[in-house]
């Protein structure tokens, strides 16, 4: 596996059920993402972690809860979504020393 | 915060032609501008960046132009081909954020062979 990974890549969900989303990067960078994308809107940052320490919660409803184990894997656990919350959810991750950010292919979430 | 324009929102082109997309930002101190291609059911891929010392950068068919002076950054795409049919996003990092971007809307091009 090469670049940044995720899965599942099609997730269809009860807005009472719990699940997680996975990511893992594969490129020895420290710093990871989570980004919501919805139709006719621009990447949303939902979270940000430097060297597995949240730095950044840009007001992301606690419904959805991130967990960095290791500067390798990033998860999204998820709770009692709402179907506004159906979107694209990216990953992403970058090096300290050149700043470049690589994105995952995505988890296309459906909240019925 | 920072704050990115992207311009246009959709562009058509002939095949061959060429395609320009422009981006602002309003952070002055801002020092990284990379843009994406995303293709449909996939993720952002980044396609070339500039930082702030560079005024142009070329790769192949595509180029940046940036101009502090003006806060605003280029896309250019030369002989233009139906793969080059996606949406482009352009992105800011702003000079205080630690690795944090800013994107733009998004721009929907279209190659017509």
């Not at chain 1, 991130?66 to 990953?91: K, V």
Request: proline share 5%; charged share 20%.
């Amino acid at each position: 596996e090469t670049g940044v990974t995720q899965t599942p890549r099609h997730l269809v969900m009860g807005m009472t059920n719990k699940k997680s989303l996975k990511c893992e990067q594969h490129l020895g960078h420290n710093a990871m993402y989570w980004y919501k994308q919805s139709a006719k809107k621009p990447l949303e940052l939902m979270f940000v972690y430097n060297f597995k320490e949240q730095t950044e919660n840009n007001s992301v409803p606690s419904r959805f809860s991130p967990e960095c184990p290791n500067s390798s894997h990033l998860f999204l656990h998820l709770h009692t979504l709402q179907p506004e919350d159906s979107a694209l959810y990216l990953c992403a991750s970058s090096s300290a020393r050149t700043g470049e950010q690589y994105f995952g292919p995505g988890t296309r979430l459906t909240v019925t | 915060g920072e704050n990115v324009e992207q311009h246009p929102s959709t562009l058509s082109v002939q095949e061959g032609d060429s395609a320009v997309i422009k981006c602002t930002y309003s952070d002055s101190a801002s020092n990284y501008f990379p843009w994406y291609k995303q293709e449909l059911g996939k993720g952002p891929q980044l396609i070339i960046d500039i930082r702030s010392n560079v005024g142009e950068k070329k790769d192949q068919r595509i180029a940046v132009t940036l101009n502090k002076t003006a806060k605003h950054f280029s896309l250019h795409i030369t002989e233009t081909q139906p793969e080059d049919s996606a949406v482009y996003f352009c992105a800011v990092r702003g000079g205080t954020s630690y690795g944090k971007l800013t994107f733009g809307q998004g721009t929907i091009l279209t190659v017509h062979p």
